[in-house]
């Protein structure tokens, strides 16, 4: 069983930085996704980020972090992270990470291919 504990969320202002981690166990495929998601309250759910492992790795970024936020994994400790710098108001919301097995490029983008879901840490950014 795959559990996903996140941690790092705070407030902070606008123009600063926050790291999120997501510190993983039980996963044993060699073909997942690990993701980022966010969900602002009356907002549908939205993605953020993602690291691929199948043979090689890929990672992906929404259009709307591009450039301010990366992700990355630390194999050896299997952790994610998502190191978010210049966040904006509109960056407030509840970030989830979220673990897929054998995704494809198409699915990498929604959450419903995510079978592994963390409680998510709480990111707020004031103006």
């Known amino acids: 069983q795959v559990q996903l504990v996140e941690s790092g969320g705070g407030v902070v202002q606008a123009g600063e930085s926050l790291r999120l981690s997501c510190a993983a166990s039980g996963l044993t495929s060699r073909n997942y996704a690990m993701a980022w998601f966010r969900q602002a309250p009356g907002n549908e759910r939205e993605f953020v980020a993602a690291?691929?492992?199948?043979?090689?790795?890929?990672?992906y970024l929404s259009d709307s972090v591009k450039g301010r936020f990366t992700i990355s994994r630390d194999n050896n400790k299997d952790m994610l992270f998502l190191e978010m710098n210049s966040l904006r108001p509109e960056d407030t919301a509840l970030y989830s990470c979220?673990?897929?097995?054998?995704?494809?490029?198409?699915?990498?983008?929604?959450?419903?291919?995510?079978?592994?879901w963390g409680q998510g840490t709480q990111v707020t950014v004031s103006s």
């Open positions: 979220a673990v897929g097995m054998g995704l494809i490029t198409s699915s990498i983008r929604r959450g419903t291919a995510y079978a592994y």
């Open positions: 690291w691929r492992r199948s043979g090689g790795t890929t990672t």
